[in-house]
């Protein structure tokens, strides 16, 4: 094996991988460069370095042969074929490391998931056969290529083979009658170019300080370990917390002595009800529904289960005056997903005006919010919430599973094959990272309009400060020590449950005000209470490792590598896009720089920069309806499909 290994010639292009200097201090908001991760036997964890299945094959890449395959026996007995035109010589069978072998940092500095990688891993971590509903491929000419039932969950996800194109059913007859045939497979697997799989997202200066090995079943001796590691973690993170919040509390003092001593009059608006802060004004809750009754809506909560077996809750925004059109469908479908610490709650905490009741009232739309995993306390279909499993992902599950799943949901009870989404932040963080080639651009079709509120792609000048710059210097094994395995600090759910609510708003308020420059300059005082009992949720220790850890967003300064020539093709949805003057956490120039250099496929239906908007302003400003929500009841109605009766009075037009 050592001498295999010695053998082969590392392309050249590996040395890029060298660590940095560790004096050296990066200054610059610009992304640095990825680097291809192909042929790299170093990547090879060290558990699998000896085992004689990983070999490298002669081009470069990790290969393997599986005992399980019986490729070295009846290589004797092969005829030739184009597949391999000389049978009686023993080939490897090109394999990657499954992405089950690595943990959620390690994926995503490979990339992984990916297209061709994610039903693979969503197998391995929800059981069972995972099928993408859409697209079939006929699975007797994959077997005829060498590639059966099963195939591409070896094949190589740092060097592709090529493969069979996909081919959409024609109608429903086809289907039934092609049924015995046909299996199905995972978007975009056969025709992602190669370079989106073989170029990482985050490409590390080396994987030996990751920790590749996933968490396993816990065993008592795991359960042991993993108390006393997460007890000592709990009080680091505790101690960073309180140092945090200290500082931010003095900061927000000093700011506020010069109000003291001249204060302001707050701002009163015309539509403001005295009445209802008389009512209702003092009640906060958990539960989003509570808002929805208070303003003569309701929510019905919905449960959505992702590929890999994580249930999320989703919220319908119902409106009992809304009526059926002509049809018997309702309105046009909107999805609405929340940013980094938030969730459906932030967007129904301003009575009438909140963005999800002011759509369903004043655009007549079917409103859907969508929550990532891990939050509203909904669980997986074989983890518990204290098996670090349950914790073990980034922002790249949320991408490939969590929002086709909750796209694929809106779509089903809507009976629309298109919806408008708007994502603010993280939320369309992620859905800029879905969209791209290797990983699921065909969810594009799905989307009538893209909306994104604050596009979380460009890291801004925040990240270049504390603790940013604290966090980023941390490798996987140190991060872990400090913040563990399971959730963020977890004393800020605990504090979430059990702290008087106003308390809660105040230091929560102190905290990401000083963190993520979110002020009060803009909004209406008397919510904030209500606004932070969604703020902030539970999230991955692995997922913040993601944003700020060394080698992650606040790092690299850009979500995807910035050095490829393409992240995008013809599938991506029309794009409109919101950014804040007064955003300082991430940056909207150098993504339209992008958009106008480089993706030409991409339509940009209408740039709007707020001048006085921070970095949530679009929905929690008193002035949103003002400020955004028109503007938005425009992107979607001049993008959505006609309803019937709309087609109806223009065809009657025509005739006239």
């Not at 959620?104 to 971590?125: C, E, F, I, K, T």
């Not at 403001?272 to 004004?281: L, S």
């Not at 002035?623 to 087609?647: G, Q």
Request: with cysteine; hydrophobic share 40%.
């Amino acid at each position: 094996m050592a001498s295999l290994l010695t053998s082969i010639p590392v392309p050249t292009v590996l040395t890029t991988l060298a660590p940095p200097s560790p004096t050296r201090i990066k200054q610059s908001l610009s992304p640095q460069p990825g680097a291809p991760l192909f042929g790299d036997p170093s990547l090879v964890p060290a558990k699998y370095a000896g085992d004689e299945k990983y070999l490298v094959s002669p081009s470069g890449s990790l290969a393997a042969l599986s005992p399980a395959s019986p490729a070295s026996d009846a290589s004797s007995s092969a005829s030739a074929s184009a597949v391999n035109p000389h049978p009686h010589r023993q080939r490897p069978v090109p394999l990657a490391l499954p992405s089950q072998l690595l943990d959620a940092p390690a994926r995503a500095a490979m990339s992984l998931p990916n297209a061709a990688s994610a039903a693979g891993q969503a197998r391995a971590v929800r059981g069972g056969e995972v099928r993408t509903p859409e697209y079939e491929v006929d699975s007797l000419l994959d077997e005829g290529h060498g590639h059966g039932r099963g195939a591409h969950e070896t094949a190589p996800l740092l060097a592709p083979t090529p493969r069979p194109a996909l081919s959409r059913s024609s109608s429903a007859a086809s289907t039934a009658s092609t049924r015995g045939v046909l299996r199905r497979i995972f978007i975009d697997r056969a025709s992602t170019p190669s370079q989106h799989l073989s170029r990482p997202t985050f490409p590390p200066p080396s994987l030996s300080t990751y920790s590749p090995i996933p968490p396993s079943p816990l065993t008592l001796r795991a359960k042991l370990n993993l108390f006393i590691n997460q007890t000592i973690s709990i009080a680091l993170s505790t101690f960073f917390l309180v140092f945090v919040v200290l500082w931010a509390v003095a900061a927000e003092v000093c700011k506020a002595l010069p109000k003291w001593v001249w204060p302001s009059k707050p701002q009163r608006f015309p539509w403001e009800d005295e009445t209802y802060w008389k009512k209702h004004g003092k009640k906060v809750s958990k539960e989003p529904k509570d808002y929805a009754q208070q303003v003569g809506m309701d929510i019905e909560n919905q449960t959505v289960e992702t590929d890999d077996g994580y249930f999320l809750r989703m919220h319908r925004v119902i409106d009992p005056e809304a009526r059926p059109r002509s049809d018997g469908r309702g309105g046009f479908p909107v999805l609405i997903l929340h940013g980094l610490f938030q969730s459906s709650g932030s967007f129904v905490t301003s009575e009438e005006r909140s963005l999800a009741f002011w759509l369903a009232k004043h655009g007549g739309y079917q409103v859907y919010l969508g929550n990532t995993r891990g939050i509203f306390n909904m669980g997986h279909r074989n983890f518990s919430q204290n098996d670090p499993r349950f914790w073990d992902w980034t922002i790249r599950e949320l991408a490939m599973y969590d929002l086709p799943a909750m796209v694929d949901h809106v779509c089903r009870e809507t009976g629309y094959d298109k919806i408008a989404f708007i994502g603010h932040s993280q939320g369309n963080g992620l859905t800029f990272i879905s969209l791209s080639l290797g990983m699921c651009p065909n969810l594009g079709k799905k989307m009538s309009v893209f909306i994104a509120l604050a596009p979380a792609v460009y890291a801004g000048p925040l990240t270049t400060g504390f603790p940013f710059t604290t966090l980023n210097k941390m490798e996987w094994s140190q991060w872990k020590r400090f913040f563990g395995v399971l959730d963020f600090i977890p004393i800020m759910r605990w504090a979430y449950d059990y702290a008087p609510p106003k308390l809660f708003a105040v230091l929560g308020y102190t905290m990401f005000a000083f963190l993520f420059s979110w002020t009060d300059t803009n909004w209406l005082h008397q919510r904030k209470t209500k606004m932070f009992r969604f703020t902030p949720t539970p999230v991955s220790s692995a997922s913040i490792f993601w944003w700020c850890g060394k080698g992650g967003f606040a790092d690299r300064k850009c979500t995807l590598d910035d050095t490829l020539e393409r992240w995008y093709d013809d599938r991506f949805p029309p794009l409109s896009i919101y950014h804040g003057g007064r955003d300082y956490l991430v940056l909207t120039e150098p993504l339209l720089e992008r958009l106008e250099h480089k993706e030409k496929d991409v339509k940009v239906i209408k740039v709007t920069k707020l001048d006085k908007s921070e970095h949530c302003d679009f929905y929690w400003a008193a002035e949103a309806v003002e400020w955004a929500y028109m503007s938005l009841l425009d992107d979607i109605e001049s993008t959505r499909p006609k309803y019937p009766d709309e087609e109806d009075s223009s065809t009657d037009q025509d005739r006239e």
